[in-house]
C-alpha cells in the first residue's frame, strides 16, 4: 500500500465551527507533514512530525491544532477559522525526515 | 529565502516536443527533488538528486543539478498531453530534526494534443 488517504475531499465550515481532517498511511512511514496550498502557489510548509512527535511548528496560528495518534494517523484541528484559511490542506509522509514524500489527495477546505 | 524559483512560469508545447523547466536556489542543499501536481489534486514525486550528484534519469525525465550555480533542470522528453501540469522544485537545506522541504512557485506545463 503506497498511498495516503486524506479525508474529507471537501470541507465547507463557518468561522465558529470546530472540524477535523484526517491523514492515514499504512508504508511504515515516521515522518508525516501538514501543508497549506492556495491557488496558484507552492504548497507552504505548516506542521512536520516524526516519530509521532512534533518537531516543527512553521509558526502556524492557534486555531489550527495538530495531533498524531499513533505511527499511521495524522490530524489536524480546525477553530475559529478565517476567510482566508481556505486553501488545498495537504498532507504527506516520507520513510524518515529527509527523502521524497508521499502526497495525499488533499481536502479543499472552504471557510464562509 | 531559501525559495526555489522556476523559470518559466509558463510554459505551452506540443505532443512530442521537449520541455526543459529550471530551478534555481539560494543556499547550500542536500538535496533537489522534483514534483508534478496536476490541478487541484496531491503532489507526486518525479525524482530526487543529492548534492554530490550532476545527473539523474528516470524514463523519460532528466534532471541535472550544477551546484556552483545553485541550478537545476528537468527535461521531459517526447511530451504527452498527459504532462500536462504543475511542476515544483523542492529543495532540502535543513540538518537533523530540523528537516523540511522548501518549495519553488512553479512551472505550469501545457502540453497541446
Known amino acids: 500500500d503506497t498511498e495516503v488517504t486524506q479525508t474529507p475531499k471537501h470541507l465547507v465550515m463557518g468561522m465558529t465551527n470546530k472540524k477535523s481532517l484526517k491523514c492515514e498511511q499504512h508504508m511504515g512511514h515516521r515522518a508525516m507533514y501538514w501543508y497549506k496550498q492556495k491557488a496558484k502557489k507552492p504548497p507552504e510548509l505548516m506542521f512536520v512530525y516524526s516519530y509521532e512527535k512534533l518537531s516543527i511548528n512553521e509558526s502556524v496560528p492557534s486555531r489550527f491544532s495538530p495531533e498524531c495518534p499513533n505511527s499511521s494517523l495524522l490530524n489536524l484541528h480546525l477553530h475559529a477559522l478565517q476567510p482566508e484559511d481556505s486553501a488545498l490542506y495537504l498532507c504527506?509522509?516520507?520513510?524518515?525526515?529527509?527523502?521524497?514524500?508521499?502526497f495525499g489527495p488533499g481536502t479543499r477546505l472552504t471557510v464562509t | 529565502s531559501q525559495q526555489g524559483e522556476e523559470d518559466p512560469q509558463a510554459l505551452s508545447i506540443q505532443e512530442g516536443e521537449n520541455a526543459t523547466m529550471n530551478c534555481s536556489y539560494k543556499t547550500s542543499i542536500n538535496n533537489l527533488q522534483w514534483y508534478r501536481q496536476n490541478s487541484g489534486r496531491g503532489l507526486v514525486h518525479l525524482i530526487l538528486?543529492?548534492?554530490?550528484?550532476r545527473e539523474k534519469h528516470s524514463g523519460r525525465l532528466r534532471v541535472t543539478l550544477d551546484t556552483s550555480k545553485k541550478s537545476s533542470s528537468l527535461l521531459i522528453t517526447a511530451s504527452r498531453a498527459a504532462d500536462t501540469a504543475s511542476y515544483f522544485c523542492a529543495t532540502d537545506h535543513s540538518g537533523g530534526s530540523n528537516y523540511k522541504l522548501t518549495f519553488g512557485k512553479g512551472t505550469l506545463l501545457t502540453v497541446n494534443p
Open positions: 504527506a509522509s516520507s520513510l524518515l525526515l529527509t527523502g521524497e514524500q508521499y
Open positions: 538528486i543529492r548534492s554530490n550528484e
